[in-house]
Structures are given as structure tokens and as C-alpha cells.
């Protein structure tokens, strides 16, 4: 409890807030597995002891890495951040480290976006990453 500190349940106009939105949804839904950005880490702590709390099981979580403009900003609409389209894949793949092979370069999205999720080893089994169950 100490932990996650105070945070708000249910606003003054009587809403639900997101923290305890979510926890219930994600029970109701039965989500297993959440694979998000570390910009949400801080969050995953107060929903781990809402569900705590409510007696619910806590689905497995993994957090990566944001991609971030030179002030440090996540890359969102938020921040007029340029889309990511199926023609943009290979740069985008670079730029998070994962460079596709030279075989791949005039791919097909779908093919650059199989290349990408088998090759990596947050989502393989054998280094304990996530590859199935309902995902948020």
C-alpha cells in the first residue's frame, strides 16, 4: 500500500477513474497478458494492488521501451509526431534498434511485421516473453 501511494478511486463528479476502470475491464475481459510502454510502469503498481484488493488475478505484464523526439517527448498524436505507415517500416525498425535484413527491405508490410515480432526476444517463450493469452 505504502508503495503505490494515494491515488484517486472516483473523481468529485462521481466517475470512475482510469486506475479502477481498467483493473475491472481487464478482469471482466479475462486479459492475461498486457504488453505496454514503460511510460505506464508507474501505473501498473496501483493496478497490481487494485486487483490485489479485489481479489482478482494480476495478468503478466511487459513493458518496452517509447520511442521519443529529441526533447524527450513520446512519440504521439499528442506531440505531432509523424504516422508510422507500412512504407515507413523498415526506418521505424531501425530506429528501435532492430534493423530489418537487407532480404526484407522491399518486403511486404505483413512480411516486415512477421520478421519483427518472431525475431524478437521480448516475445519469445524461451527468454519468458509473452506469445499468447488475451492481450489489452
Not at 484488493?53 to 513520446?74: D, M, Q, W
Not at 522491399?106 to 512477421?114: I, T
Not at 517463450?125 to 499468447?132: A, I, L, R, Y
Request: proline content about 6%.
Amino acid at each position: 500500500e505504502q508503495a503505490v501511494g494515494d491515488f484517486v478511486l472516483q473523481r468529485a463528479d462521481g466517475l470512475t477513474t482510469y486506475q479502477l476502470a481498467v483493473v475491472i475491464d481487464d478482469a471482466d475481459q479475462g486479459v492475461t497478458d498486457i504488453v505496454r510502454g514503460a511510460d505506464l510502469l508507474d501505473s501498473t503498481a496501483r493496478q497490481i494492488y487494485l486487483q490485489h484488493c479485489l481479489g482478482f488475478s494480476t495478468p503478466r505484464y511487459l513493458h518496452l521501451p517509447i520511442a521519443v523526439n529529441a526533447y524527450g517527448e513520446k512519440l504521439s498524436k499528442q506531440t505531432r509526431a509523424a504516422p508510422v505507415g507500412p512504407n515507413d517500416l523498415p526506418a521505424a525498425f531501425a530506429a528501435l534498434a532492430h534493423p530489418l535484413p537487407d532480404a526484407l527491405g522491399h518486403a511486404s508490410a505483413k512480411e516486415q511485421l512477421a520478421w519483427g515480432l518472431a525475431g524478437s526476444a521480448l516475445l519469445e517463450p524461451s527468454h519468458g516473453g509473452v506469445t499468447q493469452g488475451r492481450y489489452q
